[in-house]
């Protein structure tokens, strides 16, 4: 990926985005939520597709045959992404409590969150097994202390990759680790000025294969790469619905 190519669209994204009409901005990232939402909790199982997805958050529409628990992962995860959004418009940098408050949004009305396990869990297809409680409260430690200096050593793509990967990786809750670590991959770009992204349940193969790669044999790149990729086409998608001079590479002063 070349990432100069990426944070030069990042800037006309940032320049670009004032420009979009009100009512044309708020649709396509309603549209995206709904989306995002379907999304996350599909690759974790969730059966309610994506129309079902949108009557039920947006027209406010139970859906009938369909489990509780399936309605509140729904539910929640989009009141943990609007928190994300009200932290990051805060200028919160994420931490533990921010972390832990996510998960607790999560899992309202379906389990007790916010809480590391105190067992062992397993994650059934990955070569790679999380660590037991005794290694697993050393390791969450370690990676909130690396949070704050991994933006050193890594570009804000590659970070926000880093948090997913090495959160997942470490496993700490005993449920809904993957909506999690997806929710605060997205924290970080968006706090950098990147818009988030929604990984689709049709590449969770890619997107399992990746995360493995880097459990297994400690190499970031190939999931990287994928959420660089995933980043430089919402880019694209914004520059578009700003018009025809954002998508030639002009800037509002130029048209």
């Known amino acids: 990926m070349d990432y100069q190519e990426l944070f030069r669209k ?91 408050d996510i998960h607790a949004l999560l899992m309202e009305n379906i389990q007790v969150g916010g809480v590391y396990r105190d067992v062992q869990v397993y994650i059934s297809g990955a070569r790679h097994m999380p660590p037991p409680p005794s290694l697993m409260y050393r390791q969450v430690k370690d990676f909130y202390a690396d949070l704050s200096w991994k933006g050193k050593e890594l570009n804000p793509v590659e970070l926000a990759a880093w948090t997913h990967a090495e959160f997942v990786k470490i496993h700490p809750f005993t449920d809904g680790n993957g909506r999690t670590s997806r929710l605060i991959m997205n924290y970080q ?37 994928l959420v660089a990729g995933l980043v430089d086409r919402q880019l694209e998608r914004y520059i578009e619905l700003s018009g025809p001079q954002q998508e030639r590479g002009q800037s509002p002063a130029m048209q």
């Open 10 to 100: 990042k800037e006309l994204y940032s320049q670009c985005r004032g420009s979009i009409p009100d009512y044309t901005l708020f649709t396509f990232e309603q549209a995206f939520e709904i989306e995002y939402t379907h999304n996350s909790t599909a690759i974790e199982g969730n059966t309610l597709s994506l129309i079902e997805t949108k009557v039920l958050l947006e027209d406010g529409i139970s859906i009938g045959g369909k489990a509780l628990r399936e309605i509140y992962e729904a539910v929640n995860h989009r009141k943990a992404f609007r928190y994300v959004k009200e932290c990051i418009g805060q200028g919160m940098p994420l931490d533990e409590k921010i972390i832990k």
């Open 189 to 225: 770009l968006m706090a950098e000025g990147f818009p988030a992204i929604s990984i689709a349940k049709e590449d969770r193969l890619e997107y399992f294969r990746t995360l493995d790669a880097y459990a297994v044999e400690g190499n970031l790149q190939p999931f990287a790469d």
